[in-house]
């Protein structure tokens, strides 16, 4: 089994499970499964013991979710995405980015904002830390304040990314947030994504304005690119 395969498919369906929660607040109906893209090239290629293999970490880290949901209601359940499709909190991604590297310590390697159905919203920042180890901070993104901390224990596995990585690169995610929302006037990111398929490591922000997403790619260079 290919573990870059496994670990595309796990980032493809957690990013995609956010974005169909942030959907149904937007519009007040939608298809989990329908929200989750799956291009055909993958369908096709991506041999079924990375199939299993995703969907096996996907329902694990969803049962700890709910497991961790129960014992802490998180954040303050305030209106955080208006009518309109645009993110209304006090706190964004970069304040929970820079909050969760100083305390890890460690670099950033994937952030997401995560509505609920009646409002409010955390600010999730996944970690890696020098040993490679990988933790998770839930913040609030009313307070700004972390309620939530877990460890990782499959993602240091499966993931592409080292630590000599994410501290020799030129581009922060923070910084890579704020060229992809400075290419999208008046937007907010929700979510951001250190990624090393091959090659340099880039960066994929997805930019919510007017109820649209953009999904953006920023190298090292700076540049910026839509895909």
Do not use: C
Not at 190 to 208: C, F, H, N, P
Request: hydrophobic share 40%; charged share 20%; proline share 6%.
């Amino acid at each position: 089994m290919d573990p870059g395969a496994s670990a595309r498919l796990f980032r493809r369906f957690r990013l995609g499970a956010g974005r169909a929660a942030l959907s149904r607040n937007n519009r007040g109906r939608g298809s989990l499964l329908s929200a989750v893209p799956v291009p055909m090239d993958i369908m096709t290629s991506t041999p079924a013991s990375a199939w299993i293999a995703a969907a096996t970490l996907l329902l694990a880290t969803a049962s700890l979710s709910v497991a961790q949901d129960a014992q802490n209601p998180g954040p303050s359940r305030s209106q955080s995405v208006t009518t309109t499709g645009n993110v209304d909190a006090r706190f964004r991604l970069p304040h929970a980015i820079e909050r969760a590297e100083r305390e890890a310590p460690g670099k950033a390697t994937a952030a997401e904002f995560s509505p609920f159905p009646n409002g409010g919203g955390a600010l999730e920042v996944t970690v890696m830390r020098p040993d490679k180890s990988v933790v998770k901070y839930r913040v609030d993104a009313n307070t700004g304040d972390t309620v939530n901390v877990t460890e990782q224990t499959v993602e240091g596995y499966v993931t592409r990314l080292d630590p000599p990585t994410l501290s020799s690169s030129k581009v922060s995610m923070t910084s890579a947030i704020a060229a992809a929302e400075a290419r999208v006037v008046g937007g907010t990111a929700i979510g951001a994504e250190a990624q090393r398929d091959s090659g340099a490591l880039t960066y994929e922000v997805t930019v919510l304005k007017d109820g649209a997403e953009t999904d953006l790619t920023i190298a090292q260079d700076g540049t910026v690119a839509e895909r």
